[in-house]
């Protein structure tokens, strides 16, 4: 394809305000009139001998009804909106074939995996139109919920906005960790992909600050594709217990999930698996890039409700009716472990401190100083193989802040001064840092080191990282 870097660079003229169920602000008003179905995103079956799993994946664009009656330019994998669910299994090796029909260059980054840095689709292996990228790497990481996305230098945002995303289920060969958890896809384990996005009344999905601030938008949310903000979409459980696996995909805004009768879900897992004890909630908060998953036992109906709150310049925020689960489960489920898995805690008193500050200078976004608009004028951290380490990650700006690390997974030592409680103790590989504050986290650089290539750190909030809050990190064997 060659028209759809056109297609999702043009910027065209705002048009009149939307009336329908939001606001002068895009704000949420009223119930939702409408349901529909839950769209279940599609199971990309790989094809396995040898233990080397392959799939085939294709970057390309599309249309969809972002906003109803209007058509949006869109990109997807393999279709036109979003992407298929891979399974990767611990132990194996996947190759993935990855075709660019985009119209432009990208990359796809397997967000919170623990691969070789020339695998990990940074900013640094960008691929042309026409080109298929193919990393192969082991699968290391424990049972999880991982996503991939597009992460080329300054076009991020533009990209994932437009619909490049997809989740990324990890399990053990033997789902010993998961025996009482739900594992069938689509039936008891089901992705929830979140996108809160800017559209103008043309349907032109918006992705960068001027974009932002035209005026007349919508800022609708989106459920697996299904923009919700007068529908609530609807999924019949079969089984009593049912798995959920969050994923919000928005550039910048945040996602709180709560159930509408105020009940707890039960949280298993943060972005980086499971969690020691599964942790009675009434609310999951996920900022951008973040992933977290909960099971519910329902003998009655449950409507989940997403509240969205502003992370960068949206206008407010907005509280969702986005599903209601049918309970029409008759089966008993095992009682879940006591223990997920043992997570020790580190013990940071010999571990290498480092500072890294987020800042801002006019419209652009900082680490350490630094612009990261492109690989010579970015921060760069520089560690050894082996490396045990204590960031503390301070916020300078008033904006908030969504601090995600590639390779490998980290604790949080301190949030804004606080010890972590309860789900904060889980491992992450994304968190907020509130404007003004500031978090503590350790890492151990663990099995792959390269000179050449390199990972990278950075804020999630897409914007932020297109106009430069980005830095590389440089794993050496030392
Ligand atoms: Cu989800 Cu470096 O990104
Ligand atoms: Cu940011």
């Known amino acids: 394809g060659g028209m759809a870097g056109v297609g999702l ?59 109803s009656g209007v058509t949006s330019t869109t990109a997807g994998y393999n279709q036109s909106f979003l992407g298929p669910t891979m399974k990767w299994t611990k132990g194996n090796t ?7 029909s985009l119209g432009e260059d990208t990359t796809v980054h397997f967000h919170g995996a623990h691969v070789p840095a020339k695998m990990d689709g940074g900013p640094q292996v960008a691929f042309s139109d026409g080109d298929t990228w193919a990393p192969t790497f ?27 995303a997809g989740m990324i289920i990890v399990d053990d060969a033997d789902n010993t960790t998961s025996a009482a958890l739900p594992t069938t896809y689509g039936t008891d384990d089901i992705p929830l992909i979140f996108q809160c996005l800017a559209v103008d009344s043309a349907g ?43 994923l919000n995909a928005s550039p910048s805004d945040i996602i709180t999930v709560q159930r509408s009768d105020g009940g707890t879900m039960t949280q298993i897992a943060t972005d980086q698996g499971y969690l020691a004890e599964a942790a009675d909630v009434t609310t999951i908060r996920l900022v951008a890039g973040a992933r977290a998953e909960m099971v519910m036992d329902m003998s009655d109906d449950v409507t989940l409700q997403a509240v969205v709150t502003t992370g960068w310049v949206r206008g407010g925020s907005g509280t969702y009716d986005f ?29 290498t401190a480092r500072t890294i500050t987020l800042g801002q200078s006019g419209t652009k976004m900082l680490i350490n100083g630094s612009a990261g608009t492109s690989m010579s004028s970015m921060a760069m951290i520089s560690t050894t193989l082996g490396s045990k380490e204590i960031w503390t990650i301070t916020n300078s700006t008033q904006l908030e802040h969504s601090f995600h690390l590639h390779d490998v997974p980290y604790q949080l030592i301190s949030i804004n001064g606080a010890d972590p409680t309860g789900v904060e103790l889980g491992w992450y590989d994304t968190y907020e840092v509130v404007g003004g504050g500031s978090i503590k986290i350790a890492m151990e650089f663990t099995d792959f080191s390269d000179d050449t290539y390199m990972y990278m750190l950075h804020c999630h909030l897409l914007q932020h990282e297109d106009e430069g809050m980005m830095a590389s990190l440089m794993i050496t064997d030392s």
């Open 94 to 100: 996947a190759l993935l074939n990855i075709t660019n």
């Open 138 to 164: 082991t699968v290391k990481d424990d049972p999880t919920t991982l996503w991939y996305h597009p992460h080329a230098l300054g076009t991020t945002a533009k990209q994932a906005v437009h619909g490049l």
């Open 204 to 246: 032109d999905i918006k992705y960068d600050l001027t974009g932002y601030l035209s005026s007349g938008l919508s800022y609708p949310l989106l459920v697996n594709g299904t923009n919700v903000d007068d529908t609530t979409l609807t999924f019949t459980a079969t089984k009593t217990r049912t798995r959920f696996r969050l």
């Open 9 to 67: 660079g043009a910027v065209a003229a705002a048009g009149s305000t939307f009336a329908l169920l939001t606001d002068a602000n895009g704000n949420k008003a009223g119930a939702a009139t409408n349901t529909a179905t839950l769209t279940i995103p599609d199971l990309l079956e790989g094809t396995t001998s040898d233990s080397t799993t392959t799939y085939t994946l294709e970057a390309k664009t599309g249309t969809a009804e972002v906003l």
């Open 323 to 351: 599903l209601t689960v049918t309970a029409s489960g008759t089966d008993t489920p095992d009682d879940l472990p006591s223990s997920l898995r043992t997570i020790d805690r580190y013990d940071t008193s010999d571990f």
